[in-house]
């Protein structure tokens, strides 16, 4: 086995360690040139009842601790979609907007190997740039890749 299939192993070990102790993993995927980071969940699908998550634009720390809330807030309850959504940080509103898994082939992959063959949804994370607009606001100013359809 060479170096780089002995680390994903390694890695994948993590995220199936984190899922049975907590509940889900996050991953973050950091900037680069040319290259908006984001950060995602698995295991929250399968162990409460509610959608992945998904967020793009944000750095890990503050993507792992929206994940967190999210878990929190809504697991094994009815999450709101496309709705404007005050409480989950005290930094700004959102929306949960839905995500075809399709759109994502390229960017879910910790989820796409847990799950295998099984069910999962994702929600994507919605928020607003440094002015409060929304991205479909013609002002909206940050890169955020959307990979829903938002519409408010």
């Given at each position: 086995?060479d170096?780089?299939?002995?680390?994903?192993?390694?890695?994948f070990k993590?995220v199936?360690?984190?899922?049975?102790?907590?509940?889900?993993?996050?991953?973050?995927?950091?900037?680069?040139?040319?290259?908006?980071?984001?950060?995602?969940?698995?295991?929250?699908?399968?162990?409460?009842?509610?959608?992945?998550?998904?967020?793009?634009?944000l750095?890990?720390?503050f993507?792992?601790?929206?994940?967190?809330?999210?878990?929190e807030?809504?697991?094994?309850?009815?999450?709101?979609?496309?709705?404007?959504?005050?409480?989950?940080?005290?930094?700004?509103?959102?929306?949960?907007?839905e995500?075809?898994?399709?759109?994502?082939?390229?960017n879910?992959?910790?989820?796409?190997?847990?799950y295998?063959?099984?069910?999962?949804?994702?929600l994507?994370l919605?928020?607003?740039?440094l002015?409060?607009?929304?991205?479909?606001n013609?002002n909206?100013?940050?890169?955020?890749?959307?990979?829903?359809?938002?519409?408010?």
């Amino acid at each position: 086995m060479d170096i780089s299939e002995e680390k994903k192993n390694e890695y994948f070990k993590t995220v199936n360690e984190n899922i049975k102790t907590k509940g889900f993993h996050t991953t973050a995927v950091l900037e680069d040139v040319d290259f908006t980071p984001f950060a995602y969940s698995t295991g929250i699908f399968e162990n409460f009842e509610i959608p992945e998550l998904i967020i793009s634009g944000l750095g890990p720390n503050f993507s792992g601790e929206l994940i967190e809330n999210y878990v929190e807030k809504y697991k094994f309850n009815k999450v709101p979609i496309n709705t404007k959504i005050e409480n989950l940080t005290d930094r700004f509103p959102i929306f949960f907007i839905e995500v075809e898994n399709e759109n994502l082939v390229e960017n879910v992959l910790s989820s796409i190997k847990f799950y295998e063959n099984r069910e999962y949804k994702y929600l994507q994370l919605i928020f607003p740039d440094l002015n409060l607009y929304f991205p479909t606001n013609p002002n909206y100013d940050y890169d955020q890749k959307i990979f829903g359809e938002f519409k408010i």
